[in-house]
């Protein structure tokens, strides 16, 4: 009996050492930005699929604290491993999994593609997936994060537009594969003409111009100083008119200071720490979302405003035109073109019932392909595709 006990011991043993691994590396996965948000995608449909086909899963983030993680998203939940920032680290914890039979690994940023280099070493065999997301790749990256694009089986872009960025770093085109990023799932349960929620203190009265993103002296791209330097046209025909920025960063008490500079620093409102039951409010409460930025690789939160039914203004520049149908969803301007921008939201203003109209298409549109069912589905074939290589 015990040498019967020890031998289906061992071939237990046997049987979890030899079972494939499927690896996902991350920069950061408990954040509140879209990379993070990008990242917590696809480590959740990375580990559903690997439970679908009897292979381990580890997954790993640079950034986050130490200890054992649990996340969910859609209700599929994963666990991941954190390394405080701590690069040898990480980088001795991906080449120890890699040493586990790794079938696929997956690098939810560039800027990891290296260490998948480094795991090809002491697993010849392993298929590596990169994605990028925007701005990342809109210059020349450094040398070693370059070769690991170009060495990658696959490179996933968000957009068409971050993808032709991808082949100007002389990758092969027929390896780029465009898949966009999705909603969260709850936004998917988002009704019709929804009650608003909670809305924070501090939410202003009027008609609200809402915008969300991180407010950055380094990602001043994103257009919220020239929102602000269009309010004083608007101001004259609409005096209620209020500027809403949801968000954290450094950089607002410049933001503040021009809004002072141009006279309108009793309607440009700014605030942080705000939930997610609070941001939905927010979206369900404005009248319009505008992020007139010129370096969106993709824009989720152009998707999370059309998923409220709101009309959207963006900058026509980067992966916003794949997300916003100019004059259909919403308007596309020149970043930086305060006259053109002040003429979108009059256009908006001037005329609530083309507004909703449009409103109304963008919540169409998200519904038929931005939900995270489409994105999983689209994420398991890749993945497929890559284990059975």
């Known amino acids: 009996m015990a040498g019967l006990l020890a031998g289906t011991l061992a071939l237990r043993f046997d049987t ?114 990169i994605c990028t997301h925007g701005v990342e790749v809109w210059e020349p990256l450094p040398a070693l994060r370059r070769l690991a694009l170009r ?15 991808v082949e100007e770093q002389q990758v092969r085109k027929e390896r780029i594969r465009v898949l966009p990023w999705a909603l969260d799932p709850e936004f998917e349960t988002i009704p019709a003409n929804a009650p608003q929620g909670k809305l924070p203190h501090g939410y202003p009265e009027g008609r609200v111009i809402l915008t969300v993103g991180r407010w950055l002296a380094t990602e001043r791209y994103k257009g919220m100083d ?27 008490a410049w933001l503040e200071d021009l809004a002072e500079q141009n006279g309108v620093n009793r309607h440009v409102h700014f605030l942080s720490g705000v939930s997610n039951e609070q941001l939905g409010a927010c979206y369900e409460a404005c009248e319009m979302f505008a992020l007139p930025s010129r370096g969106e690789g993709f824009g989720l939160v152009y998707l999370e405003a059309m998923a409220h039914g709101k009309p959207v203004i963006g900058g026509a520049h980067g992966g916003a035109p794949e997300v916003i149908e100019d004059g259909v969803t919403g308007y596309l301007v020149p970043h930086g073109d305060a006259p053109q921008l002040a003429t979108s939201i009059e256009t908006l ?24 069912s489409v994105f999983a589905k689209s994420l398991k074939k890749i993945l497929r595709e890559q284990c059975e290589s």
């Open 151 to 165: 060495h990658a089986n696959v490179v996933l872009a968000p957009s068409r537009d971050t993808a032709n960025h």
């Open 16 to 129: 979890r050492q030899t079972r494939r691994v499927l690896i996902g590396l991350f920069t950061e996965l408990t954040g509140s930005g879209g990379v993070q948000r990008a990242g917590r995608h696809m480590a959740a449909v990375l580990s559903e699929f690997a439970e679908s086909r009897h292979l381990e899963c580890r997954i790993v983030s640079l950034n986050d604290t130490r200890e054992l993680h649990r996340m969910s998203v859609g209700g599929k939940e994963f666990v991941f491993t954190g390394c405080e920032r701590n690069k040898t680290r990480f980088a001795a914890t991906a080449v120890r999994a890699a040493r586990r039979r790794a079938k696929v690994v997956l690098a939810g940023h560039p800027n990891l593609g290296p260490v998948t280099q480094a795991m090809k070493i002491v697993a010849p065999r392993l298929r590596n997936i």
């Open 226 to 252: 020239t929102l602000i330097t269009a309010l004083p046209r608007l101001l004259t025909r609409w005096p209620e008119l209020q500027l809403l920025a949801v968000g954290e960063g450094d950089d607002r």
């Open 349 to 372: 203003l001037s005329d609530p019932a083309m507004a909703q109209k449009m409103g109304a298409r963008g919540r169409q549109r998200v519904e038929r392909e931005f939900r995270f």
